[in-house]
């Protein structure tokens, strides 16, 4: 079992940056073995969305409508995603929640996932 906890979330205005982080917490086993890991966001109203994803081999794939503005990374040494989001545009604000699992489910991106985060609110107001 793992755990995750997300934290950077916050107020910036249009056009600011923002750095998430994902905490996994857990055994060194249960943690050696997450080979999959991304990120989603929920905005009041719509369906969560997948924003980006990183392999144990490091391929990121990121939604389109963030493609060239976020940045998703990972230090193994510290279990941590990071979400760098810069060029933060009002359509961005939602919850944003991390997510890991050990095996590829789902038939395609942003695939599924089994182990979530509590979520932290980015607010970007114009």
């Known amino acids: 079992q793992v755990q995750l906890v997300e934290s950077g979330g916050g107020s910036v205005q249009a056009g600011g940056s923002l750095r998430l982080s994902c905490a996994a917490i857990g055994s060194t086993y249960s943690l050696y073995y997450i080979n999959y890991m991304g990120w989603f966001r929920q905005a009041p109203g719509k369906e969560r969305e997948g924003v980006a994803t990183?392999?144990?081999?490091?391929?990121?794939n990121y939604a389109d409508s963030v493609k060239g503005r976020f940045t998703i990374s990972k230090d193994n040494a510290k279990n941590t995603l990071y979400l760098q989001m810069n060029s933060l545009k009002p359509e961005d604000t939602a919850i944003y929640y991390c997510a890991a699992n050990y095996v590829r489910r789902g038939g395609t991106w942003p695939y599924k996932y089994d182990y979530w985060g509590q979520g932290t609110q980015v607010t970007v107001s114009s």
């Open positions: 990183i392999d144990s081999d490091r391929t990121a």
